[in-house]
């Protein structure tokens, strides 16, 4: 980038290949839905999430050419929202199951 903030320029095959990635794996996560994987299924949904998650910060947040400072608070980002999640399950596996009341 220079230094008056111009965006370089995507090609437009660039695009057109991130859209067939990201139908692909839409396709493999509503596939996966049909499949009985067992525990399995979770994960290979999660890996999925993180794949398309990934490519669209790539490609259009345009995270592979930003600065040092932009990808720090990104990957605080994720940091914080991991911390969330964690303290949401911690407080989830620390109660007791409470029985339906019928």
Do not use: C
């Amino acid at each position: 980038m220079s230094a008056r903030g111009e965006q370089p320029i995507t090609p437009v095959r660039r695009y057109v290949a991130v859209l067939a990635a990201l139908l692909a794996l839409l396709a493999l996560s509503a596939g996966s839905a049909l499949l009985r994987l067992g525990a399995l299924n979770p994960v290979i949904n999660f890996a999925v999430s993180v794949s398309k998650t990934l490519l669209v910060m790539a490609v259009f947040m345009h995270e592979t050419s930003a600065r040092n400072l932009t990808r720090l608070v990104s990957a605080l980002g994720f940091l914080w929202l991991a911390i969330l999640i964690g303290l949401a399950l911690l407080d989830f596996m620390t109660r007791a199951p409470v029985p339906p009341p019928w």
